[in-house]
Nanobody, 125 residues
Framework: VQLQASGGGLVQPGGSLRLSCAAS????????VTWFRQAAGKEREFVAT????????SIADSVKGRFTISRDNAENTVYLQMNSLKPDDTAVYYC???????????????????WGQGTQVTVSS
């Protein structure tokens, strides 16, 4: 499946953005979809994940209470709503998808075969 991440931009601290991960070429209905982020000079880190029917979600401790993940299978899209943004949230955000990943491995970026191109989020005054 081909993924397209969008919605990034420049926002002031405390602001909000909603990222979208849209699929083409194949439906996302059967996929676990996960957001990762990578700040300059740092490793890619897990942000949030959602399983195919939205019954299982998981959020990184660093963004818990501020970020939420959701999906609209009819629109073939997964969303990451980011509120109360901080400068530490500045990174390139990537979405990834898998139909075969097991629950214990969802936070590992090496387990995903399908990736979007990334969207830059910059939080700065």
């Amino acid at each position: 499946v081909q993924l397209q991440a969008s919605g990034g931009g420049l926002v002031q601290p405390g602001g909000s953005l909603r990222l979208s991960c849209a699929a083409s070429g194949r439906t996302l209905r059967s996929h676990t979809v996960t957001w990762f982020r990578q700040a300059a000079g740092k490793e890619r880190e897990f942000v949030a994940t959602i399983n195919w029917n939205s019954r299982r979600t998981s959020i990184a401790d660093s963004v818990k209470g501020r970020f939420t993940i959701s999906r609209d299978n009819a629109e073939n899209t997964v969303y990451l709503q980011m509120n109360s943004l901080k400068p530490d949230d500045t990174a390139v955000y990537y979405c990834a998808a898998s139909t075969t990943i097991i629950a214990s491995a969802v936070r590992s970026p090496t387990q995903y075969g399908s990736w979007g191109q990334g969207t830059q989020v910059t939080v700065s005054s």
